[in-house]
């Protein structure tokens, strides 16, 4: 709850739990999924657990208020209608899956088919359990947030899903995750978490048996803010970027750069919008921040705003708990920064961002690259030449344009550098989930 006190308790899975989910689930890509399940079959089921989720819309996103501490609002008219997009669209590629006819030579045949992997392991966090189609799937939710997946497992059993071909496994990431990392039998991990994990996660894999591995890790995303920029929209967007879901977004535009001549301006007022943030009950009509997932996750923030402080950095904004009970933590704003401290390399994963001044177009893209990670930027500014160009020279796999934190179903999303490999979303991940055969016909038989 949102005192700390406890909600529930779910069962751990162990390492053997994982061995059964893979054994089910091979059994389903063997009989009844996989190559057995034409395409449309596959997409009615999906578009059935869509239809199923719009009726459970508000319990689902009850159940992720109640399990993460975002607020329901947020819950209902973002993740959870995220999640029911992302399986629509999906749905609908379900029977578009076609290889290609490719000229050899007049006595042949070749073509490609794209064939599904097998058995899939998914290994998620907590601020967005990310739902994945397509093979039969081993997935472990992450041991702060199990609920939604184990309510989603039960939606699609009714939606008709055959047995095995969704597994979710509760547990934690030494024993169930690793346990899926380095499984013989799993030929495609899908992982989502931070970089540190995410590289356990890489190893195991080649050490078991060289598994592709799809990796969609943290970020210390910039926000660049010209000074051209419509500057309400600019503070408002900038304010949605680090603090929307207590700044447990991988996304989160947490190194806010703002150009010299604006910066003072804009300091004004983003302290008086991130001020005017509401924290409390995440079921409270008005709410905007609810408390942060964990105990764990709570230290851990604080423990950064504590670093950024001994650093030398100045707190102009919070710092500090909200409330007495709970994992409530104030928005927090740092300037005063230098490029080598923790709060400046760093993910915090909380409502914790740093705003830097710079000169002009050289020096940012210079200081907004000076990190080992690159999943998402933004720029704000009304000369689309500056901003398009500044967009294409930071390295990032999603950069936004006079806005920030847009995802769509159809947009591929991943990270360059240290945020990540591969892509999910869109088109470009079907890419990640199935195997490409090369078939060649030789139809006269001779050598
Ligand atoms: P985490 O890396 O601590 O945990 C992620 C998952 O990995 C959990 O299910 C955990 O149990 C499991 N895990 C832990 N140790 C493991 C091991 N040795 N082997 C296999 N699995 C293991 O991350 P978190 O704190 O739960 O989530 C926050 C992180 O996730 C942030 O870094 C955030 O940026 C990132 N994230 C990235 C994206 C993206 O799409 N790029 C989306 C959401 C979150």
């Given at each position: 709850?949102?005192?700390?006190?406890?909600?529930?308790?779910?069962?751990e899975?162990?390492?053997?739990?994982?061995?059964?989910?893979?054994?089910?689930?091979?059994k389903?890509?063997?009989?009844?999924?996989?190559?057995?399940?034409p395409?449309?079959?596959?997409?009615?089921?999906?578009?059935k657990?869509?239809n199923?989720?719009?009726q459970?819309?508000?319990?689902?996103s009850?159940?992720?208020?109640l399990?993460?501490?975002?607020?329901?609002?947020?819950?209902?008219d973002?993740?959870?209608?995220?999640?029911?997009?992302?399986?629509?669209?999906?749905?609908g590629?379900?029977?578009?899956?076609?290889?290609q006819?490719?000229e050899?030579?007049?006595?042949?045949?070749?073509?490609t088919?794209?064939?599904?992997?097998?058995?899939?392991?998914?290994?998620?966090?907590?601020n967005?359990?990310?739902?994945?189609?397509?093979n039969?799937?081993?997935?472990?939710?992450?041991?702060?947030?199990?609920?939604t997946?184990l309510?989603?497992?039960?939606?699609?059993?009714?939606a008709?899903?055959?047995?095995?071909v969704?597994?979710?496994l509760?547990?934690?990431?030494?024993?169930?995750?690793?346990?899926?990392?380095a499984?013989?039998?799993?030929?495609?991990?899908?992982?989502?978490?931070?970089t540190?994990?995410?590289?356990?996660?890489?190893e195991?894999?080649?050490?078991?048996?060289l598994k592709e591995?799809?990796l969609?890790?943290?970020?210390?995303s910039?926000?660049?803010v010209?000074?051209?920029?419509?500057?309400?929209?600019?503070?408002?967007?900038?304010?949605?970027g680090?603090?929307?879901?207590?700044?447990?977004a991988?996304?989160?535009?947490?190194?806010?750069?703002?150009?010299a001549?604006?910066?003072?301006?804009?300091?004004?007022?983003?302290?008086e919008?991130?001020?005017?943030?509401k924290?409390?009950?995440?079921?409270?009509?008005?709410t905007?921040?609810?408390?942060q997932?964990?105990?764990i996750?709570?230290?851990?923030?604080?423990?950064?705003?504590?670093?950024?402080?001994?650093?030398?950095?100045t707190?102009?904004?919070?710092?500090?708990?909200?409330?007495?009970?709970?994992?409530?933590?104030?928005?927090?704003?740092?300037?005063?920064?230098?490029?080598?401290?923790?709060?400046?390399?760093?993910?915090?994963?909380?409502?914790?961002?740093v705003?830097?001044?710079?000169e002009?177009e050289e020096?940012?893209?210079?200081?907004?690259?000076?990190?080992m990670?690159g999943?998402?930027?933004a720029?704000?500014?009304?000369?689309?030449n500056?901003?398009?160009?500044?967009a294409?020279?930071?390295?990032?796999?999603?950069?936004?344009?006079?806005?920030?934190?847009?995802?769509?179903?159809?947009?591929?999303?991943?990270?360059?550098?240290?945020?990540?490999?591969?892509?999910?979303?869109?088109?470009?991940?079907?890419?990640?989930y199935?195997?490409?055969?090369?078939?060649?016909?030789?139809?006269?038989?001779?050598?």
């Amino acid at each position: 709850m949102t005192d700390g006190s406890l909600i529930t308790k779910v069962s751990e899975a162990t390492a053997k739990d994982v061995d059964l989910a893979v054994a089910a689930a091979q059994k389903a890509v063997d009989t009844t999924w996989g190559l057995n399940a034409p395409g449309t079959l596959r997409a009615e089921l999906l578009n059935k657990l869509a239809n199923l989720m719009v009726q459970h819309k508000g319990e689902l996103s009850a159940i992720e208020a109640l399990d993460n501490g975002k607020t329901f609002g947020w819950a209902h008219d973002t993740d959870v209608t995220f999640a029911i997009d992302v399986i629509k669209y999906y749905a609908g590629w379900a029977d578009k899956i076609t290889g290609q006819t490719l000229e050899t030579d007049e006595r042949k045949l070749t073509y490609t088919r794209h064939e599904p992997i097998g058995v899939v392991g998914q290994i998620l966090p907590w601020n967005f359990p990310p739902l994945a189609t397509g093979n039969a799937i081993v997935l472990k939710s992450s041991e702060f947030t199990p609920l939604t997946s184990l309510r989603m497992a039960a939606l699609a059993h009714e939606a008709g899903f055959p047995p095995g071909v969704l597994n979710v496994l509760t547990g934690y990431g030494n024993t169930v995750g690793a346990a899926i990392a380095a499984h013989p039998h799993i030929e495609k991990v899908a992982f989502t978490g931070s970089t540190l994990v995410g590289r356990k996660v890489m190893e195991a894999a080649a050490r078991s048996n060289l598994k592709e591995v799809t990796l969609e890790l943290g970020g210390k995303s910039p926000n660049v803010v010209f000074d051209d920029a419509d500057l309400e929209q600019a503070v408002n967007w900038s304010a949605h970027g680090i603090f929307w879901n207590h700044g447990q977004a991988c996304t989160a535009g947490s190194r806010i750069f703002v150009q010299a001549g604006i910066y003072d301006e804009f300091l004004k007022r983003f302290t008086e919008r991130a001020r005017a943030i509401k924290l409390g009950d995440p079921f409270a009509a008005g709410t905007d921040q609810g408390p942060q997932v964990s105990q764990i996750q709570y230290d851990r923030i604080m423990d950064y705003i504590a670093s950024g402080k001994k650093a030398g950095a100045t707190v102009h904004l919070g710092g500090d708990r909200f409330g007495t009970e709970g994992y409530f933590i104030n928005p927090t704003i740092f300037t005063d920064t230098t490029p080598d401290m923790r709060i400046v390399q760093e993910e915090i994963f909380g409502p914790v961002g740093v705003v830097i001044k710079f000169e002009d177009e050289e020096d940012v893209i210079k200081q907004a690259n000076d990190t080992m990670y690159g999943l998402a930027a933004a720029v704000f500014s009304k000369d689309l030449n500056r901003a398009l160009k500044t967009a294409h020279k930071l390295r990032a796999g999603t950069a936004w344009v006079n806005c920030i934190n847009q995802l769509h179903a159809n947009v591929p999303f991943g990270g360059y550098k240290q945020s990540g490999i591969g892509r999910e979303l869109g088109e470009y991940a079907l890419h990640h989930y199935t195997h490409v055969k090369a078939v060649h016909v030789n139809f006269d038989h001779k050598m």
